[in-house]
């Protein structure tokens, strides 16, 4: 469902990726894991379709439609979604009018209705419930004030409502306690379904023991440099990246 070939990426004359090559199948949870500044997060972003990346060379197919022609709101029409590292709070702007915004931009950009108000507040609460979210925070201003722990479960609420196709967490595991990382993998598996990838981002094991991977690959200087099952996981945490930072180097 996802292919991503040769993807090569630079940001201010800075390469980040250097020919990036991986495949996500339908249904799959795949998890990348790699030490910091190895270009995980600009690999999500790429996908999305943020601003301000070069991309050299490559492609990112997904479903036979090639994202690198589409922009960031017909990516999230296509089904992409990208739950943040760091939720961004937007004083001003009310939870359930960004909610509506969303699912409507998303629904007109498919050629499907605007949903109305109370069809909208019955999803989400729907949703909200087991999300354990408070009706409260509906009401406040867009992850103002909102604890670490809440704000991913809004994120998760988000995901939800959209049902993409393709999810990318993240480290949707830093900064939440253990029973925030619950709800939010209890949520994420939820979603679990065999039309529906995600690529779960992290930089530790633990998330992985509350979403268990189908794969797992490492990522470092901008490159996955191996693959295997939900065990190389543990053998990472066991062993740490510093391997595959001197195998990366050399190439
Ligand atoms: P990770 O998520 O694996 O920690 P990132 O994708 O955030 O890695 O960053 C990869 C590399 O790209 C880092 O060396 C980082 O400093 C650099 N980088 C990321 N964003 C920018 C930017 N906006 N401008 C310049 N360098 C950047
Ligand atoms: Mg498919
Ligand atoms: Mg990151």
Redesign the pocket.
Known sequence: MLEIRNLVVQ??D?R?LNGLNLTVHDGEVAAIM?P???????LSYVIAGKE?YEVLDGEIVLDGQNLLEMEPDQRAAAGVFLAFQYPLEIPGVGTMTFLKAALNAQRKARGEPELTTPELMKRVNAVGEKLEISRDFLKRALNVGFSGGEKKRMEILQMALLEPKFCILDETDSGLDIDALRIVSEGVNALRSPDRSFLVITHYQRLLNHIVPDTVHVMSSGRIVRSGGKELALELEANGYADYRQQAEAA
């Open positions: 940001i201010e800075n980040i790699g910091n500044g190895s270009g995980k997060s600009t301000d």
